[in-house]
């Protein structure tokens, strides 16, 4: 029976020179091939030692660190289930997540411990271990006295690998199930889309509690046997700095509004890039095209979610057509259906479904949720609305949450969302419907204003005709609030479930 551990897969494609570099540290320290692959097996033999069993749970919450990958490596090698939490969550977080998934092992940071102490102990979980920033920390001394070498246990690819908990902006958080099967299918998808190559490296300012920068960006890259540029977060001075050393770079869109920001960024400092990806949020077309005229390169916009990584891309080779996601990804079915089911013509907006071998198996400890999400021929419904252009570019329209019902009328923020950003003074917005006694949901845009634009010429009153002038009038904000920043997740997502709280009632 051959081992569809995800580990062997990726690890099958491990250079074979032991001193190839891995991770590449900010001190410029270096993780080689091999030294992943000991640091990994001493973890994984820590971890068998304490008890767990193949499929129980390891709960992670701590900070990037070169020990924060291995651990991830070393948790799938012993065939358990990788639960990264992000370091943000608190009390009320935690003693819900580990209540839910019951670990056999909790990572921490260790100013959390005695925190995490407590809530594992009312949630049962056995055993608790710490990490530190730096790397350092008792997980770490607990398995400096195990062996280095380590037999990856056999999993097939139905076998769990990891649960991530979805955000929870309405109702409580899911756990999406993740199999090595899952996994694997969307690394060698991406790894071949993208045209991963010899002698790509690949800058990982991302975080790793998360799809994007763990799953997307580090399987793809170790199956590439590629060297990773590894540092703790984005900063745009240093990413200008690392740059030129880089082949690849994925990011948030963020991350390039905030290097076009840089008056030094452009043509030279990309001048060994080969790729820019975006995802996680949606790019703006304007950050699109400043940054194919400043640097000369066209980034990729692709499309995934927590339950299933990626569904679309936008070409690599052919055009990559800006406001797109591109096309469905080898291997992944999309379609796109109206209230009743059936496929909308290019143009109009539907429901986005989607069915591969990259689709999550389920919610933790929810079948009737998984029921609900999925239709009976196996699709899962992503929530997101979107249309086909007519080309077969996907157009993502938001989430269906995101929907306002304004009169019995159906209004798609994004549409009033695009007009407002490209007004002169306007850096980006967010629409919001908020409740209104006559409409049900009135229209409402928080906008953003530009730096060092004239704050006086950007009102209320000007936005609002600026759209009447363009767009039927229940489309228009009937209010317009204008502010500095919109409030956003850690990859970047704008949370318009803490905007339509801040400013019902207003």
């Keep these: 029976m051959p081992n569809e551990n995800l580990y062997t897969v990726l690890s099958k494609h491990f250079p074979p020179a032991p001193a190839a570099p891995c991770l590449i540290l900010t001190d410029d320290r270096i993780w080689t091939y091999a030294d992943v692959e000991r640091a990994s097996g001493r973890i994984a033999n820590l971890i068998v030692a304490l008890g767990l069993k193949p499929g129980d749970r390891v709960a992670v919450q701590v900070e990037k660190s070169a020990e924060a990958l291995v651990l991830y490596l070393a948790t799938l090698r012993a065939g358990m289930v990788f639960l990264p939490l992000n370091p943000a969550y608190q009390r009320h977080e935690l003693e819900y997540f580990l209540g839910d998934a019951k670990p ?145 770079m994925m990011g948030v869109p963020t991350y390039y509004v905030r290097l076009l920001l840089e008056s030094g960024f452009g043509k030279e400092t990309c001048r060994n890039v080969r790729l820019f990806i975006s995802g996680s949020a949606p790019l703006l077309k304007e950050t699109f095209d400043e940054f194919r005229s400043r640097t000369g390169h066209t980034i990729l916009e692709r499309y995934g979610m927590t339950e299933g990584g990626m569904f679309a891309s936008n070409p690599y080779a052919g055009e990559r057509r800006g406001g797109t996601v591109g096309f469905p990804l080898p291997g992944t079915a999309v379609r796109i259906v109206g209230a009743g089911g059936t496929a909308v013509p290019p143009g109009e907006i539907g429901g986005i479904q989607v069915c591969g071998a990259n689709v999550f198996v389920g919610y933790w400890q929810m079948p009737e949720k998984t029921a609900e999400e ?132 207003k």
Excluded at 192 to 213: C, K, N, T
Aim: proline share 4%; charged share 20%.
């Design 104 to 248: 056999g092992l909790f990572v921490c940071r260790p100013q959390m411990r005695a925190l995490a102490d407590e809530v594992a102990s009312k949630s049962g979980v056995p055993h608790v271990l710490e990490l530190n920033d730096a790397g350092h920390g008792s997980l770490i001394d607990a398995a400096a006295s195990h062996a280095d070498t380590f037999r990856t246990v056999t999993r097939q690819d139905n076998d769990l690998a990891a649960i991530l908990y979805t955000s929870g902006t309405t109702g409580r958080s899911k756990g999406a199930m993740l199999t090595h099967g899952n996994l694997a299918a969307n690394a060698k998808t991406l790894h071949a889309y993208w045209h991963f190559q010899p002698g790509d490296v690949l800058l990982h300012m991302l975080p790793i509690f998360h799809v994007h920068g763990l799953f997307v960006a580090c399987n793809t890259t170790l199956l590439n046997g590629s060297a990773m540029l590894w540092e703790p977060r984005f900063e745009a001075k240093c990413a200008m700095q690392l740059l030129p050393r880089a082949t690849v």
């Design 374 to 505: 999925f239709t009976a021929d196996g699709f899962f419904k992503t929530g997101d609305m979107g249309a086909w252009d007519a080309d077969g570019y996907v157009v993502i329209s938001g989430r269906s949450k995101d929907l306002i019902i304004t009169g019995g009328l159906n209004v798609y923020p994004k549409e009033i969302e695009e007009m407002i950003d490209a007004l002169p003074g306007v850096a980006e917005s967010a629409v919001i419907g908020l409740p209104h006694a006559d409409f049900g949901e009135a229209v409402t845009a928080v906008v953003v204003r530009q730096r060092n634009a004239a704050g006086a010429a950007l009102t209320e009153s000007g936005i609002i005709a600026a759209v009447k002038a363009e767009l039927a009038n229940f489309k228009v904000p009937k209010h317009v609030f204008i502010v500095d920043n919109l409030p956003r997740n850690a990859m970047g997502k704008v949370q318009k479930n803490l905007l339509r709280d801040e400013y019902s009632g």
